[in-house]
C-alpha cells in the first residue's frame, strides 16, 4: 500500500515547493547579489534609521551634492520604516535584521508563482498553468533573486497582481486597481513604466477607452503619491527624483556600461530558461503575440526599449521574466501539434530539471560577497566609534566597497590603499588600529612591510570568500571577490 504520493498537479503542491526552497535561499543564501541590491538600498535605508545618510542622496546631508541624483525613494523608503520599527523592537543585529528581511522578500515573490499559475490558467489551461507554476516555483535563477534587495524583482509581483486584475474579469474598477498596482511598480523602477504603457496602448487600441481612462488614472494617482508628494517634501517640488533618473540615463547613462548587442535581453531571458527549453520557450513567446496581445504587447515594448538603449546589464530585463516564462508556454502549445514537437518538448522538459535541480541548489545556498560582509561582522561587537582601519588592496586593485551595515558604525575611519593611485603606508597624523589585506596576490610580502612599522601586528581574523565568488572571479576577473585577512596593529592609536 502506497502511504504518500506527491500529487505534481497539484498548486498546493507547487506553492509548498516555492516556499520551501525560498526558505532555504532566505536562511542560507546571505550577502547580497552586486552593488545596487545592497548599496543603494541597505546602506542607504539602515543609515537614515540611525540618523546618518551613508549615500548623502537627502538635501539637508552636509555632503549631499544638493540635487537629486534619480533614486527613487519609494522601494528605500519602505526599508527605512522597515529598520525604524525593528529598531524600536529592539532588533539591530545586522544578520537577524537581513535574516527577517530575507524571509519577507521570499513570502512577497509567493505572488509570483500565485499570479503565474492563475494568468496561464485563465489565458490557457491547468495543465499549462501547472508547467509554469513549477517553472517559477522552482527555477535556478528566481529563489537567489527573490531573497535580495533587487528592485528589478520586488516590482514584478505588483506587476503580475495588476495583470491578474484586468483578465479576472470585466468590472471597470478593475482597471483601476490594476493601474494603482502598475503605478506601484513604476515607483519602485521606472522602467516598468514602458511595460504599463504597452498595456495601456493594448486597451487604447482594444476601443477600451473607459478601462484605458480607469487604469491611467489609478498609475498616475499612486505615481503622484509616492513619487510628487514624497518628492515635493523632501526636495520642495514633485518629481524631483524622477527627473533626475531621467536626465541621467538621457545625458550620461548611456555610457554606462556600453552594449551594442541588441539580442542581449532575448538571450537572457532564453539562457535563463537553460537550452533546450529556453530556445522552445523563445518560440513560443513569439508564437503567442497575436493570441496573447494583450500580455505580448507590454512584455515585446520592454525587451525592445532595452534592447535599444545603449547601457545595457542582464538584472534590467528580469521584471518580465515571468510574462516571458508564460506567453512561452502559451505560445508552444499553438505549435507543437505534431509529434516531433510533442517529443522535442517532452525532451526539453526533462532535460530542464535535469539541469535547473543541481544549479537551483547551488545557487540558493550560495553565501555572495562573503567575504566583505564577514569583514564587516567582526568589527560589529567592537567599539570602533574612533578606530581607524586601512582597507589594504594593493594586491587586487581597486578596493571593493564594503559594507558597513554589517559593522554597525556608518562612520567607520577608514583609508583604501590600492594599485592604481596608492597613498603612504602609514597616515601622516596617526597610526591604524587594524589593516585588511584584501586578496591573496603577494600577500605575505605586503604583510612584512607593516609588520616593520607595527611590530605588533597580529592576524585576528579570516575572511574567506565563497565558492561562487571564487568561481565568478574566475569567469570574469573583474569579480573583485577577494579573500580578506583582518590584522590588528596593537599600537597606541594616538601614534606609532
Same mark, same amino acid.
Given at each position: 500500500m502506497q502511504l504518500f504520493k506527491i500529487d505534481f498537479s497539484s498548486y498546493k503542491t507547487i506553492l509548498v515547493a516555492a516556499v520551501f526552497i525560498r526558505l532555504i535561499a532566505a536562511i542560507f543564501s546571505q550577502g547580497y547579489g552586486m552593488h545596487d541590491d545592497h548599496f543603494l538600498v541597505i546602506e542607504a535605508s539602515a543609515s537614515w534609521a540611525n540618523g546618518y545618510d551613508y549615500n548623502h542622496w537627502l538635501p539637508w546631508t552636509p555632503l549631499?551634492?544638493? *540635487?537629486?541624483? #534619480?533614486?527613487?525613494?519609494?522601494?528605500? #523608503?519602505?526599508? @527605512?520604516?522597515y529598520f525604524v520599527f525593528m529598531k524600536a523592537i529592539g532588533i539591530v543585529d545586522p544578520k537577524v535584521l537581513m535574516l527577517i528581511n530575507r524571509l519577507f522578500h521570499a513570502a512577497l515573490s509567493l505572488l509570483i508563482v500565485h499570479f503565474?499559475?492563475?494568468? *496561464?490558467?485563465?489565458?490557457?489551461?491547468?495543465?499549462?498553468?501547472?508547467?509554469?507554476g513549477w517553472i517559477?516555483?522552482? /527555477?535556478?535563477?528566481?529563489?537567489? /533573486?527573490?531573497?535580495?534587495?533587487?528592485? +528589478?524583482?520586488?516590482? %514584478?509581483?505588483?506587476?503580475?497582481?495588476?495583470?491578474?486584475?484586468?483578465l479576472k474579469g470585466n468590472l471597470k474598477k478593475r482597471f483601476f486597481y490594476a493601474g494603482i498596482l502598475l503605478g506601484f511598480a513604476v515607483s519602485i523602477r521606472y522602467q516598468v513604466a514602458v511595460f504599463a504603457f504597452g498595456m495601456a496602448l493594448v486597451f487604447f487600441f482594444q476601443k477600451q477607452y473607459k478601462g484605458f481612462g480607469l487604469f491611467a488614472l489609478g498609475g498616475i494617482l499612486v505615481f503622484s503619491l509616492t513619487q510628487g508628494l514624497v518628492d515635493f517634501l523632501i526636495w520642495g517640488y514633485p518629481f524631483a527624483e524622477f527627473l533626475g533618473y531621467a536626465f541621467y540615463n538621457v545625458? +550620461? &547613462? *548611456?555610457?554606462?556600461?556600453?552594449?551594442?548587442?541588441?539580442?542581449?535581453?532575448?538571450?537572457?531571458?532564453? &539562457?535563463?530558461? =537553460?537550452?533546450?527549453?529556453?530556445?522552445? =520557450?523563445?518560440?513560443? $513567446?513569439?508564437?503567442?503575440w497575436k493570441k496573447y496581445v $494583450?500580455?505580448?504587447?507590454?512584455?515585446i515594448c520592454f525587451v525592445i526599449f532595452h534592447s535599444l538603449y545603449p547601457s545595457k546589464q542582464e538584472r534590467f530585463i528580469l521584471p518580465v521574466l515571468p510574462f516571458f516564462i508564460i506567453l512561452g508556454v502559451l505560445g508552444y502549445q499553438l505549435i507543437k501539434q505534431t509529434d516531433f514537437w510533442v517529443k522535442f518538448w517532452n525532451g526539453s522538459w526533462n532535460a530542464f530539471w535535469i !539541469?535547473? %535541480?543541481?544549479?537551483?541548489?547551488?545557487?540558493?545556498?550560495?553565501?555572495?560577497?562573503?567575504?566583505?560582509? +564577514?569583514s564587516m561582522c567582526y568589527f560589529y561587537p567592537i567599539n570602533t566609534q574612533k578606530i581607524r582601519i586601512l582597507h589594504e588592496a594593493t594586491g587586487e586593485s581597486p578596493p571593493s566597497l564594503l559594507p558597513k551595515f554589517y559593522s554597525g558604525n556608518w *562612520?567607520?575611519? &577608514?583609508?583604501?590603499?590600492?594599485?592604481?593611485?596608492?597613498?603612504?603606508?602609514?597616515?601622516?597624523?596617526?597610526?591604524?588600529? @587594524?589593516?585588511?589585506?584584501?586578496? +591573496?596576490?603577494? !600577500?605575505?610580502?605586503?604583510i612584512d612591510v607593516y609588520r616593520s612599522i607595527y611590530p605588533g601586528i597580529e592576524l585576528v581574523q579570516i575572511c574567506e570568500p565563497s565558492f561562487v565568488d571564487v568561481f565568478l572571479r574566475w569567469l570574469n576577473p573583474r569579480n573583485a571577490n577577494e579573500y580578506i585577512e583582518i590584522w590588528k596593529t596593537n599600537v597606541n592609536r594616538d601614534g606609532i
Amino acid at each position: 500500500m502506497q502511504l504518500f504520493k506527491i500529487d505534481f498537479s497539484s498548486y498546493k503542491t507547487i506553492l509548498v515547493a516555492a516556499v520551501f526552497i525560498r526558505l532555504i535561499a532566505a536562511i542560507f543564501s546571505q550577502g547580497y547579489g552586486m552593488h545596487d541590491d545592497h548599496f543603494l538600498v541597505i546602506e542607504a535605508s539602515a543609515s537614515w534609521a540611525n540618523g546618518y545618510d551613508y549615500n548623502h542622496w537627502l538635501p539637508w546631508t552636509p555632503l549631499s551634492k544638493g *540635487t537629486p541624483e #534619480g533614486h527613487s525613494f519609494t522601494y528605500v #523608503g519602505l526599508n @527605512y520604516f522597515y529598520f525604524v520599527f525593528m529598531k524600536a523592537i529592539g532588533i539591530v543585529d545586522p544578520k537577524v535584521l537581513m535574516l527577517i528581511n530575507r524571509l519577507f522578500h521570499a513570502a512577497l515573490s509567493l505572488l509570483i508563482v500565485h499570479f503565474g499559475f492563475k494568468i *496561464t490558467e485563465k489565458l490557457g489551461s491547468r495543465e499549462l498553468a501547472v508547467k509554469v507554476g513549477w517553472i517559477l516555483a522552482l /527555477l535556478w535563477v528566481l529563489p537567489f /533573486l527573490s531573497v535580495r534587495n533587487l528592485v +528589478e524583482i520586488v516590482c %514584478i509581483p505588483f506587476m503580475m497582481w495588476g495583470v491578474w486584475l484586468v483578465l479576472k474579469g470585466n468590472l471597470k474598477k478593475r482597471f483601476f486597481y490594476a493601474g494603482i498596482l502598475l503605478g506601484f511598480a513604476v515607483s519602485i523602477r521606472y522602467q516598468v513604466a514602458v511595460f504599463a504603457f504597452g498595456m495601456a496602448l493594448v486597451f487604447f487600441f482594444q476601443k477600451q477607452y473607459k478601462g484605458f481612462g480607469l487604469f491611467a488614472l489609478g498609475g498616475i494617482l499612486v505615481f503622484s503619491l509616492t513619487q510628487g508628494l514624497v518628492d515635493f517634501l523632501i526636495w520642495g517640488y514633485p518629481f524631483a527624483e524622477f527627473l533626475g533618473y531621467a536626465f541621467y540615463n538621457v545625458n +550620461e &547613462g *548611456t555610457e554606462y556600461i556600453p552594449n551594442n548587442n541588441y539580442f542581449m535581453y532575448m538571450l537572457v531571458l532564453m &539562457g535563463s530558461l =537553460l537550452f533546450p527549453l529556453g530556445l522552445l =520557450l523563445g518560440i513560443g $513567446f513569439f508564437k503567442s503575440w497575436k493570441k496573447y496581445v $494583450f500580455l505580448f504587447v507590454p512584455v515585446i515594448c520592454f525587451v525592445i526599449f532595452h534592447s535599444l538603449y545603449p547601457s545595457k546589464q542582464e538584472r534590467f530585463i528580469l521584471p518580465v521574466l515571468p510574462f516571458f516564462i508564460i506567453l512561452g508556454v502559451l505560445g508552444y502549445q499553438l505549435i507543437k501539434q505534431t509529434d516531433f514537437w510533442v517529443k522535442f518538448w517532452n525532451g526539453s522538459w526533462n532535460a530542464f530539471w535535469i !539541469l535547473n %535541480i543541481p544549479i537551483l541548489l547551488f545557487a540558493s545556498f550560495t553565501y555572495s560577497k562573503k567575504s566583505r560582509v +564577514e569583514s564587516m561582522c567582526y568589527f560589529y561587537p567592537i567599539n570602533t566609534q574612533k578606530i581607524r582601519i586601512l582597507h589594504e588592496a594593493t594586491g587586487e586593485s581597486p578596493p571593493s566597497l564594503l559594507p558597513k551595515f554589517y559593522s554597525g558604525n556608518w *562612520t567607520l575611519s &577608514g583609508v583604501e590603499r590600492g594599485n592604481k593611485d596608492i597613498p603612504p603606508l602609514v597616515h601622516p597624523d596617526y597610526a591604524y588600529d @587594524y589593516i585588511l589585506f584584501c586578496g +591573496e596576490e603577494h !600577500l605575505s610580502a605586503r604583510i612584512d612591510v607593516y609588520r616593520s612599522i607595527y611590530p605588533g601586528i597580529e592576524l585576528v581574523q579570516i575572511c574567506e570568500p565563497s565558492f561562487v565568488d571564487v568561481f565568478l572571479r574566475w569567469l570574469n576577473p573583474r569579480n573583485a571577490n577577494e579573500y580578506i585577512e583582518i590584522w590588528k596593529t596593537n599600537v597606541n592609536r594616538d601614534g606609532i
